[in-house]
């Protein structure tokens, strides 16, 4: 065993290096420190706690003992503190956070969008073989399709308009929460809504085919539907997940299994449908204006990739490290 002068000789400089960096980072944000500092922080406070277990087993009653212990005292707090307020960090979440979430229920999502798809796909089906199926379809959308006059400014205006403006809107809002909530009951019921909601918009696409309004039906849906119905994709993929959670926990309970994942599929099911705001504004102003149908479809490809690029690429990488969640560190 060295002496005790020895040993503050080889160890204190690293002790006032923490106190040091400790101090300068003490009164900056956590978005204004570095990767580098953060570690080197990290790292000293892991060997000043070594130093201090080594002085209370070789050197007992000693002075350095209170003196380690104000210094870790001082520094832990600036590697551990807590971020700011939920508001203060949605910004990080929606810019990082969001994206990593989806990314992480990619396997759920996509399973979603498969099982839409797949409704709309037979529900185009149903439309174009049985035209009869067209008495299912609302009254003022019959109504239209008779006079060719889908995507009109001027119907859209009308009884059409709003109708159609209300049924999508409220629908989508709906069948999302839906989704995502019947999720625990073994994500049986997410996968029949998914089923039913594909199949009823492909009626809608099936029967305008049949009335030679393909153009007009997907001008109306395309602009703020890739929004919508990714938003509803990844509301029922946040259910998904926790009804696989419930029904494969692994080596947890199936309460804990739940509860590991219940939080990030929320935020996500919430973060998502913060988006609905975007897709209403796109409803507002470019569905019911008078750009021709193709820009119209041009304007939901554009949002459309937007919106995927935002949320398969950003936050890959971030200067400040990983960000886990609303209640993470941005």
């Not at 994206?99 to 099982?115: D, I, K, M, Q, W």
Request: hydrophobic share 50%; proline share 5%.
């Amino acid at each position: 065993m060295i002496g005790q002068e020895e040993f503050v000789r080889r160890a204190g400089p690293r002790w006032q290096e923490l106190v040091r960096l400790a101090g300068s980072m003490r009164g900056r944000r956590l978005r204004q420190v570095g990767v580098a500092e953060v570690d080197r922080l990290s790292e000293l406070v892991r060997l000043v706690s070594g130093d201090l277990a080594t002085v209370r087993r070789d050197y007992p009653g000693s002075e350095l003992v209170p003196q380690l212990e104000r210094v870790l005292a001082a520094a832990q707090p600036v590697l551990y503190r807590r971020p700011g307020s939920g508001v203060a960090r949605l910004p990080g979440f929606f810019a990082f956070g969001l994206p990593r979430r989806f990314r992480e229920s990619r396997v759920y999502v996509a399973g979603a969008g498969l099982c839409l798809l797949t409704g709309t796909a037979t529900g185009w089906a149903a439309a174009t073989l049985r035209p009869d199926l067209g008495g299912l379809l609302p009254a003022g959308y019959r109504a239209s399709l008779a006079a060719h006059q889908l995507g009109n400014p001027a119907a859209l205006s009308g009884q059409l308009g709003s109708q159609l403006s209300a049924f999508i809107i409220q629908n989508n809002i709906r069948v999302a929460a839906l989704a995502c909530v019947l999720g625990l009951l073994l994500g049986i019921p997410t996968v029949a809504l998914l089923l039913v909601n594909g199949f009823q918009l492909g009626v809608l696409a099936g029967a305008s085919h049949l009335a030679g309004l393909d153009l007009q039906f997907w001008a109306l849906i395309v602009p703020h539907g890739v929004i919508e119905l990714t938003v509803i994709c990844t509301a029922a993929g946040a259910g998904l997940r926790m009804g696989d959670a419930v029904l494969r926990p692994g080596l947890r309970s199936r309460e804990e299994a739940l509860v590991a994942a219940a939080r990030p599929a929320v935020e996500l099911a919430l973060g998502a449908a913060c988006l609905l705001v975007v897709a209403g504004i796109i409803e507002g102003f470019v569905t019911p204006s008078a750009l021709p149908d193709p820009a119209k479809v041009a304007v939901g490809l554009a949002s459309g990739a937007l919106l995927y690029g935002w949320l398969l690429l950003s936050g890959r990488r971030t200067a400040t490290g990983p960000a886990g969640s609303i209640s993470g560190n941005w």
